[in-house]
């Protein structure tokens, strides 16, 4: 038991706490003193770039100011231009239709995957993967080499796996498992992207689809779908099997259980993959530097060719900057709930 409030010293009552709930007067002010230093180091920044924008190139190169109506006096000509003369909202609404629908994809198809390999055991022929992966590249290089029309040559190829699938391929017994495909679905993401853009430049080049959403949308799709896999694999996990049982007895179907039981009962680790995702593909410059010029640019590269053409204007890169993190700021304050809760879920097992 402790002490009574009258019979604790200054010192006891300064540095020890009086319940185990509740932090004694001198360690308080420590932790939130260091909370308060860390949150201006993370804010200010933020404030910096905000009140940047509101600036001229006069305001910029005499400064620092850092008071609006106080030190300066705020002007939105910076905003004007980039937003109205700039054309920033073409690649702004680029960057947020291509990163939307790419994370909403590789969600859905990377959450049904993971699904699959966490419930269903897979015993797939090494064979058939050998001839599938002789295939994709007899088609490239029919495409690329020999200028056939990449319809034809994926019909051909698509005719000759089915044909193989029925006849050399059931000879061989040599299987890969889930923790196989696992490992090859991450290992994708150990390769450099400078690996694979040149590859998929020349691919969407024959498709005609170079600079356009559709390609963007189809090469984060693809891109992400490890991450997607590999982080909701652990939610789906934690699932109890007999919830599922009890509606796969009740009549419901394996696609009904994943869609009515599964996803609802890990939406805050979809969350949280969500805003992963998200915040990669908006953030992503090298394949939309690739693959777009300029219908389709994109905000990064927008940034960069500013930065390029113009200089470091700060005043106009900080209008830019400001509209970028804005929706990744406002999205992640609507799920901030949701991701602490996927961040830790799985953290404690028993």
């Not at 190139?57 to 109205?84: C, K, N, R």
Request: proline share 5%; no cysteine; hydrophobic share 60%.
């Amino acid at each position: 038991m402790s002490a009574s409030p009258e019979a604790r010293t200054l010192m006891q009552r300064l540095f020890e706490p009086q319940t185990l709930e509740s932090m004694a007067p001198v360690p308080r002010f420590f932790t939130y003193g260091a909370l308060l230093v860390w949150t201006l180091v993370v804010v200010f920044p933020l404030y910096w770039v905000l009140v940047t924008s509101l600036k001229v190139e006069v305001q910029v190169d005499s400064g620092p100011f850092y008071l609006p109506f106080i030190d300066f006096t705020p002007t939105l000509e910076a905003w004007d231009f980039m937003l109205l003369q700039n054309n920033t909202l073409g690649p702004y609404l680029n960057s947020a239709l291509v990163s939307l629908v790419s994370t909403l994809l590789a969600l859905l198809i990377g959450a049904a995957a993971a699904y699959a390999l966490v419930r269903i055991q897979f015993q797939v022929k090494l064979a058939a993967v050998l001839t599938f992966i002789l295939l994709v590249v007899g088609v490239i290089v029919a495409v690329a080499a020999l200028d056939v029309p990449w319809a034809i040559a994926v019909a051909v190829a698509a005719a000759l796996f089915v044909l193989a699938l029925s006849t050399v391929v059931r000879r061989f017994r040599a299987a890969v498992g889930n923790n196989d495909i696992e490992f090859w679905m991450i290992s994708n993401r150990i390769m450099p992207p400078i690996v694979a853009v040149l590859p998929i430049y020349v691919m969407f080049q024959h498709l005609k689809l170079l600079d356009t959403q559709v390609a963007l949308i189809a090469t984060y799709t693809g891109v992400n779908l490890p991450i997607v896999v590999w982080l909701t694999r652990d939610f789906f996990a934690g699932i109890p099997r007999d919830l599922e049982e009890s509606a796969e007895i009740d009549g419901a179907s394996k696609l009904r259980v994943f869609f009515t039981i599964a996803l609802p009962l890990v939406r805050s680790g979809l969350a949280a993959t969500f805003m992963l995702v998200l915040i990669l593909t908006w953030n992503e410059f090298l394949l939309a530097l690739f693959l777009t010029n300029a219908n389709a640019q994109t905000m990064p590269v927008l940034v960069a060719a500013q930065n390029t053409t113009r200089g470091p204007q700060w005043w106009y890169m900080s209008v830019l900057i400001v509209i970028m993190i804005a929706p990744v700021i406002v999205i992640a304050g609507f799920l901030q709930k949701h991701i602490a809760r996927g961040l830790l879920a799985g953290a404690v097992k028993g």
